[in-house]
């Protein structure tokens, strides 16, 4: 059974971090790029951030750039998202998906997503 498991949301100050981990089992991850979603109650989903199943490339979509670092271990078939200097407009659910395409191509579809981890951030 494939599974991506989000943990390390909460609630947090701005101008406060908080990082975010992926686990994955269920399939071959090192094969996969990891991106990351987020979507707010009433608007788009959007996704902010990928990295390449070799760690060789990553990125970030402008809202976060400069502020949220991702990373992958493939020996944990874990990815993490570290979000600093965060903003009240961060506030959302965040979700990690699996595809098996570069970044460049990542686009808003997925082969298999996990159920997110809420992220709230107060004034």
């Known amino acids: 059974e494939v599974q991506l498991v989000e943990s390390g949301g909460g609630l947090a100050q701005a101008g406060g971090s908080l990082r975010l981990s992926c686990v994955a089992s269920g399939f071959t991850f090192a094969d996969y790029a990891i991106g990351w979603f987020r979507q707010a109650p009433g608007k788009a989903r959007e996704g902010i951030s990928c990295?390449?199943?070799?760690?060789?490339?990553?990125y970030y979509a402008e809202s976060v750039k400069g502020r949220f670092a991702i990373s992958r271990d493939n020996s944990k078939n874990t990815v993490y998202l570290q979000l600093n200097s965060l903003k009240p407009e961060d506030t959302a659910n965040y979700y990690c998906?699996?595809?098996?395409?570069?970044?460049?191509?990542?686009?808003?579809?997925?082969?298999?997503r996990g159920q997110g981890t809420q992220v709230n951030v107060s004034s």
């Open positions: 998906t699996a595809r098996r395409i570069l970044c460049a191509a990542y686009g808003l579809t997925y082969d298999y």
């Open positions: 990295i390449n199943r070799s760690n060789s490339s990553t």
